[in-house]
């Protein structure tokens, strides 16, 4: 299976990390050897390779990628979708909640061009999931978004696949790893501006942590998981939206001499949906879950609420909900696999 990889930042080298480090158990287990054809990044230029990129270079300097027979740079991220043999285009560049340009235009291209797509790019699943899920049925291709909400920790899956055959009539949590790490942060002690800082060094924060601290990024996980699992239509508009940065050191004291703790919930349903910063008793089980930690509940009519508790953010996290992504697809479509 040959990979187009758009974006190499965290989650990017995340996946290449894995991939490099997991080789061994990856073809023993599952029959599974991919390629890396092409690493695209938004300022070091593009690597293009027919026989397959070479991991290790990739990881230790980019940059400094050895010239080798073949080898095809700076060819545009366009180009390289189109013009380049391969089955997955993973797009893992900086999500624009507004538009989910220019990743947008790329899954359009990639699927018209014959390619799977998988992305750990928000904007493009928030603005535009209906088209692309179209487009991924009328090509016969597979659209693949894990690790948007909740980085590798299942949660689409979950909803989608494990729950098919029950009706969600809501889903609840903590969506944003980043806030979720400040919170837990500043009950200790910590500056606000310091924490950020931390959570930004840790690769949880998005390229403009605005978008996590006004939440914006949690609005936008609602709004996927309102889009595949109750295939209903919701944008921007249809949340009532607040985040953190207002909430001060005496606030966070308020709470907890009440015996409470803030969390920055995001719940959705099929009309609409909200993300507030809210006061949870200690007993209540969001209030126990910390740092970068994340948790989504569906309230199912045959199953009653259904928790599912784990990463929300993180290099390796998110890298790994790519391969879950690819994997499923190399299962899928490869006519010879068994398990
Ligand atoms: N900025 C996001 C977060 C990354 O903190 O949750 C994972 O989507």
New binding site residues.
Partial sequence: MKLILIGFGSVGQGFVQILRDKRADLAARYGFTPQIAAVVTRTRGSLYHPNGLNLDALLTDFAAYPDTPGLVRGWDAARIVRDCPADVMLEASPTNFETGQPALDLCRLALEHGKHIVLAN?GPVAVAYRELNALAHSSGRAFRFEGTVM?GTPSLRLGMQALAGCTITAARGIL???TNYMLTQMENGVPYADVLAQAQQLG???ADPTA?VDGW?AAAKAIIVAQALFNKKLTFADMDVRGISHLTPPDIDAARAAGERWKLIATVTPEGGSVQPTRLPLSHPLAGVSGSTNAITYTTDLLGDVTLIGS??GRIQ?GFALLSDVLEIFTKFTPSFTQ
């Fill in positions: 928000k980085a944003n790893g980043t949880y924060a998005e996590d990024d929300g953010a998110t």
